[in-house]
């Protein structure tokens, strides 16, 4: 039996209804802390449908470009039609200094823009699935203290460190 219980507010008008989340005993500790992610779950998810979510990539070094493409669909797939949604039909095309591009699939409920070469931006209406996004293409160039060259997620901002000297 859950202990978190979302019921609908008895004097809110019909045309708006409003609902409350609450516990059985909010003395337990364990409950307040479901209580409060629940609670903020929701209101992630009422943000994210309303105005949706968005975070921007800057890749900072020497040659580092990013491209959305299409993925290119092969010969075997095109035989039977897909009933899936959540599919992905386009990918980023990544130059981060490696001998081959970094291709990485996107989910099909995020998408990405790029409005530079070296600035991604990802949208979506789920926060935690961009921000597993944003991590995963983060991933491949960890920003760097010394050089100060990396993938940055939003306005991260890594402290430069000084070359040892003998």
């Known amino acids: 039996m859950p202990f978190v219980h ?8 019909q045309a708006t209804p409003q609902y409350s989340v609450r516990v059985d005993d909010p003395t337990v500790k364990h ?8 609670r903020s779950l929701l209101a992630n998810a009422l943000v994210g449908v309303s105005a949706g979510y968005s975070l921007s990539l800057r890749l900072v070094g020497v040659g580092y470009r990013a491209a959305v493409e299409p993925i290119p669909s092969s ?3 095109t035989s039977a039609p897909s009933t899936s ?4 039909t386009h990918r980023l095309n990544l130059k ?10 996107l989910p099909a409920d995020v ?4 409005p530079s070469t070296t600035t991604i931006t990802l949208t979506g209406i789920d ?11 983060r991933s491949w160039r960890v920003p760097e203290p010394y050089n ?6 939003g306005d991260e901002v890594v402290r430069r460190k000084e070359v040892k000297k003998k």
Do not use: C, D, M
Not at 111 to 114: F, M, P, Q, R
Not at 127 to 137: C, D, S, T, Y
């Open 75 to 77: 010969p075997a797939s």
């Open 85 to 88: 949604t959540s599919i992905s």
């Open 31 to 38: 409950q307040r802390a479901v209580w409060g992610l629940t």
């Open 148 to 153: 100060g060259k990396g993938i940055f997620v």
């Open 6 to 13: 979302l019921e609908p507010l008895p004097h809110a008008p």
């Open 96 to 105: 981060l200094g490696y001998a081959h591009p970094v291709l990485i699939n």
């Open 111 to 114: 998408t990405a823009a790029t």
């Open 127 to 137: 926060k935690q699935r961009l921000g597993e996004v944003a991590a995963r293409i």
